[in-house]
């Protein structure tokens, strides 16, 4: 039985992707249907190319998934933490995190919108989704629109409630960028955006503020992973 156990252990670290059938290969899938259509490990294994003596890349891309525990926790992995992974050198440390730096920027750009299409709730959770939808704890952001510009910034990170999120901090980069009005953002980890109780007492407390300040709160966009929940297509704002 041990060396039954030894040839298997044998079998799965020599096994490559040049042993799959062509259309089961990684780049292939993603040629035909789509880089969405692949795994996390398969986007792995094209990130890191090959893998090393004795263990196929699809091995290594399974241990950096399995060690980590998720992709937002690879993501946040050091070059040194990455490094010290079996077969994961400074090269291949490297890449991971150009690849995820690519992928941060890209969340984060300012450019793609003009301030009024931000006004439209489904392009409020587009342009949010990818930055927070992973995040294991809630994160509320505020943005400030005036007639040219937006900005973005965030409030507080943890559970909403009205000591966490206090109108002095919320509305103070509105009041620096002159900002007309504000959409209030933040996600729910758990996958459902229904609001809570917490959540529409936070809301009325910011609406008020904004009144006496003559900033308007135009709407609250709860983030989940694949859909959002806007207050103000619930006119409840």
Do not use: C
Not at 142 to 161: F, K, P, Q, V, Y
Not at 185 to 210: A, C, F, M, R, Y
């Amino acid at each position: 039985m041990g060396e039954n156990r030894v040839k298997k252990e044998n079998m799965s670290k020599s096994f490559t992707i040049h042993d799959l059938p062509v259309d089961e290969r990684p780049r292939e899938r993603l040629v035909k249907f789509g880089e969405q259509a692949l795994s996390a490990q398969e986007l792995l294994q094209l990130i890191l190319g090959r893998g090393i003596a004795g263990e196929s890349v699809a091995v290594t891309a399974q241990k950096l998934l399995t060690q980590f525990g998720s992709l937002q926790k690879l993501a946040e992995a050091s070059i040194e933490e990455l490094s010290s992974v079996k077969g994961i050198g400074l090269a291949k440390a490297a890449q991971i995190k150009a690849a995820f730096e690519i992928g941060h920027r890209l969340s984060t750009q300012t450019a793609s919108y003009k301030s009024k299409e931000l006004t439209n709730p489904e392009k409020v959770f587009k342009f949010m989704r990818s930055k927070i939808k992973d995040y294991s704890k809630e994160h509320f952001y505020m943005i400030a629109l005036n007639t040219r510009n937006w900005s973005i910034s965030e409030i507080s990170i943890g559970t909403i409630d009205t000591s966490l999120v206090h109108p002095r901090e919320a509305f103070s980069e509105a009041i620096k960028s002159k900002a007309a009005s504000v959409i209030l953002v933040h996600n729910h980890p758990s996958g459902n955006p229904e609001p809570s109780e917490g959540d529409s007492i936070i809301t009325q407390k910011l609406i008020e503020s904004g009144k006496i300040l003559d900033i308007d709160v135009i709407d609250h966009v709860i983030v989940a992973k694949n859909e959002f929940y806007s207050y103000r297509e619930h006119k409840l704002i």
